[in-house]
């Protein structure tokens, strides 16, 4: 079946419980946004129909709500590499630490600072890292479209209908892979997180069949979760829609959606990339990048070359110089 331990992915959450509040308050936080912006769009859009009859203070109420949603919706887009850059690679940190034992996580210093102070140190600037993770997912996809592909092509009944639904499961798990790959720099205390990244995809391509079954497995976890999420959101969800004026009708479904996929994120997205973790670290242990791989991501990517070209060009942020002696007075 699967190549993980659940029970050690739970451990490990457990143990990274600093960074688990942290998610919790962020995407908490931000399905709150998503439900109070919404609902004053959709009052202030309700007061406005007053203006007009019944069916116009419908769609001024259903506007209302929906700008709300987009409001929030742009703000996130705005924070989604300080979001990556602090909370999801620092949580990474202190997992890949934690999984080679605690090994170098200092005593007396709080697992957010001083997995801050380890990204800082291997991607300098939230661009940097969120530049290297737009490219992972590049390559990742091109990788599975590969998979695809072959599969496509062999004499199997029914085949097209297998390779549609194993498109959906390969596309929501490339968002387990490519945070692997970034635990991967962390992991190598690289100081070129191009370079790095290159090499582990090179990795992953190697292994790309226990990666891949192990990612179908979590994704079925993680959605199927999801799901059964979803459906009892809906009660509390309703009732937020029955207390926006007007009664937004359609907003039962888009709150339960948000309260999904906040719970997704914050709790069921860093147990698959713990079991993720897990499997990849286990599957390259002991291997050296496949050159005959390398040429063949070459060929099937644009974007596993432009990481050849980052990894040249990148020059790593230099130390200050330490202060000498001070120059005696003449």
């Excluded at 990556?84 to 600072?113: F, N, R, W």
């Excluded at 530049?131 to 072959?150: P, S």
């Excluded at 070129?192 to 976890?221: D, E």
């Amino acid at each position: 079946m699967w190549d993980f331990s659940i029970g050690r992915a739970l451990g490990l959450m457990g143990r990274t419980l600093p960074f688990i509040l942290l998610r919790m308050a962020v995407y908490f936080g931000a399905a709150l946004a998503y439900v109070l912006v919404s609902g004053v769009g959709a009052g202030i859009g309700w007061g406005i129909g007053g203006f007009g009859d019944a069916g116009f203070r419908a769609a001024t109420t259903l506007w209302g709500g929906v700008i709300g949603l987009g409001a929030v919706a742009v703000v996130m887009y705005l924070l989604r590499e300080y979001i990556l850059y602090i909370v999801k690679a620092g949580h990474i940190a202190v997992l890949v630490t934690m999984l080679d034992g605690d090994e170098g996580m200092p005593q007396g210093k709080s697992q957010i600072a001083w997995a801050r102070d380890e990204v800082s140190k291997r991607f300098a600037q939230a661009s940097v890292l969120f530049g290297v993770d737009q490219l992972i997912k590049g390559v990742l996809r091109a990788i599975t479209g590969l998979v695809r592909g072959i599969i496509g092509f062999l004499p199997i009944p029914g085949a097209q209908q297998f390779v549609s639904v194993l498109r959906a499961f390969l596309y929501v798990a490339i968002g387990f892979v490519d945070e692997v790959i970034l635990a991967y720099a962390i992991r190598t205390r690289s100081d070129n997180a191009w370079a790095s990244a290159r090499t582990g995809l090179i990795l992953y391509a190697q292994n790309y069949k226990p990666m891949l079954k192990n990612a179908a497995w979590l994704a079925l976890f993680v959605y199927g979760l999801s799901i059964l999420i979803f459906l009892v959101m809906l009660a509390p969800a309703a009732l937020a829609v029955y207390l926006i004026p007007g009664a937004w009708s359609a907003g039962g479904i888009v709150f339960a959606l948000v309260f999904a996929w906040s719970v997704k994120a914050a709790l069921l997205e860093p147990f698959a990339i713990a079991c993720m973790m897990e499997v990849y670290f286990r599957s390259i242990a002991g291997q050296v990048p496949d050159p005959a791989w390398e040429a063949k991501l070459d060929q099937l990517s644009g974007k596993f070359g432009k990481l050849k070209e980052k990894a040249r060009s990148y020059q790593p942020p230099q130390a200050p110089p330490a202060p000498g002696p001070a120059s005696a007075e003449p």
